[in-house]
């Protein structure tokens, strides 16, 4: 599986934009970038994910950079529930994509 | 609607003791999971059922560790002669195909841990 390199950790204001990076270097043209968050004490839950073009739902946003070895998280205005681990995942489309492989991911920090 | 659930929310047991985990899918989901998650790491992924059967077990650590989803629903994670470093959370989700765009909805999961 492909590799994802995120910050430890990261730190906000509340009501201000979070840009949380990911690196994927080795990404592959079918390799599909996932978002998944874990609130404290729950299990992980999902965000977004996309594979070329830039996404929106109602939770954030995601930037992808033009050559697929970057992409962003972004949350346009963070709250206190958003204080979480993000991670960030590459899934393939062949067997064996259907498991998820998460690294440590970014630990966001929210603050009053 | 119901999301995943799985029982007991927390388990205490004794070195070399036998335990099961249960986990419930979000009913209809064909897909189902189990990863497992020490402290200050990511969840680590076990093994994957696509109905009643196991379809990548290459996750599991040892032969002390079985699952089973015997009418495609409900999963049990069963570990046998438990040892402390099997202390962890353990993580049910369940998907509605597997595939590699599918979301994955995960439960609250299970603290396990053995003394």
């Known amino acids: 599986d492909a590799k994802t390199t995120q910050p430890n950790s990261m730190e906000s204001n509340e009501e201000e934009p979070v840009h949380l990076p990911c690196n994927h270097s080795?990404?592959?043209?079918?390799?599909?970038i996932h978002w998944y968050r874990q609130l404290p004490s729950q299990g992980p839950e999902y965000v977004i994910h996309?594979?070329?073009s830039n996404v929106n739902n109602r939770m954030a946003s995601l930037a992808i950079a033009e050559d697929r070895k970057s992409s962003t998280l972004i949350l346009h205005r963070a709250t206190l529930r958003d204080a979480a681990v993000y991670y960030c995942?590459?899934?393939?489309?062949?067997?064996?994509?259907?498991?998820?492989?998460f690294g440590k991911g970014t630990k966001l920090t929210v603050n009053p | 609607g119901a999301g995943v659930s799985q029982t007991p929310s927390n388990k205490v047991t004794e070195k070399g003791k036998y335990v099961e985990l249960r986990c419930d899918p979000i009913?209809?989901?064909?897909?189902l999971y189990w990863y497992r998650q020490s402290l200050g790491q990511g969840p680590e992924f076990l093994i994957y059922?696509?109905?009643?059967?196991?379809?990548?077990d290459s996750g599991l650590p040892n032969d002390r560790f079985f699952a089973v989803r015997p009418e495609g629903s409900v999963s049990t994670l069963k570990i046998q002669r438990t040892e402390r470093g099997d202390s962890a959370v353990y993580l049910c989700?369940?998907?509605?195909?597997?595939?590699?765009?599918?979301?994955?909805?995960f439960g609250p999961g299970t603290r396990l841990t053995v003394l």
């Open positions: 989700a369940s998907s509605w195909t597997g595939t590699g765009t599918d979301t994955q909805y």
């Open positions: 080795t990404i592959s043209g079918t390799d599909y």
């Open positions: 996309g594979l070329t």
């Open positions: 995942i590459l899934r393939g489309m062949g067997g064996g994509s259907e498991k998820l492989v």
């Open positions: 009913s209809g989901h064909t897909a």
């Open positions: 059922f696509q109905g009643t059967g196991a379809a990548d």
